[in-house]
């Protein structure tokens, strides 16, 4: 099974869309989550931590679900500036600081 | 808003010469990290650095492979012998990490093309 996995997408969705991305971690000691947004050819941009209560920034709603290993980034009212590929990222055990990133959704917002 | 830093943006070398890959770090931050991605794949660890020495590398940071702070500002990457597979988008990062803020910062990357 791989440390963390995302479903490649893409998702394409019509502007003012609400959509969801799920992105699943094997190991349980895992401690920290990040979502970060990647354009094409870009670096990667911290979108938001994700926190055991979930928490919220304007649009975008992260969530962590421990019994089943999984965190979630829903997006409200979908710009096509939102366009993106959205990289899950998981502190595999705390011990140090590295991530494992997923290997992405991309996501297409069409007007 | 801060930055990390990173030259060049794209560097062509061939294949058994040595690169040095360059970084200046958000000024107070304490962490730092080099990470690659080969086109199309994943963001993968190479090496972490706190106070001074490593913490944490992957498998990836082999021999071939070195990091330094020489001056208290720059954080560089040295590929000693440079292979075509290592042709890839080098990230540096770093990070802060206090009780209530943490997450990388990654500066823009520098392309490596190995012919």
Known sequence: RKEVEQDPGPFNVPEGATVAFNCTYSNSASQSFFWYRQDCRKEPKLLMSVYSSGNEDGRFTAQLNRASQYISLLIRDSKLSDSATYLCAVNPDNAGNMLTFGGGTRLMVKP | ?115
Request: hydrophobic share 30%; proline share 3%.
């Open chain 2, 1 to 115: 808003e801060p930055e990390v830093t990173q030259t060049p943006s794209h560097q062509v070398t061939q294949m058994g010469q040595e690169v040095i890959l360059r970084c200046v770090p958000i000024s107070n931050h304490l962490y730092f990290y080099w990470y690659r991605q080969i086109l199309g794949q994943k963001v993968e660890f190479l090496v972490s650095f706190y106070n001074n020495e490593i913490s944490e590398k992957s498998e990836i940071f082999d021999d071939q492979f070195s990091v330094e702070r020489p001056d208290g500002s720059n954080f560089t990457l040295k590929i000693r012998s440079t292979k075509l597979e290592d042709s890839a988008m080098y990230f540096c990062a770093s990070e802060k990490r206090t009780a209530t803020n943490y997450g990388y910062t990654f500066g823009s990357g520098t392309r490596l093309t190995v012919v």
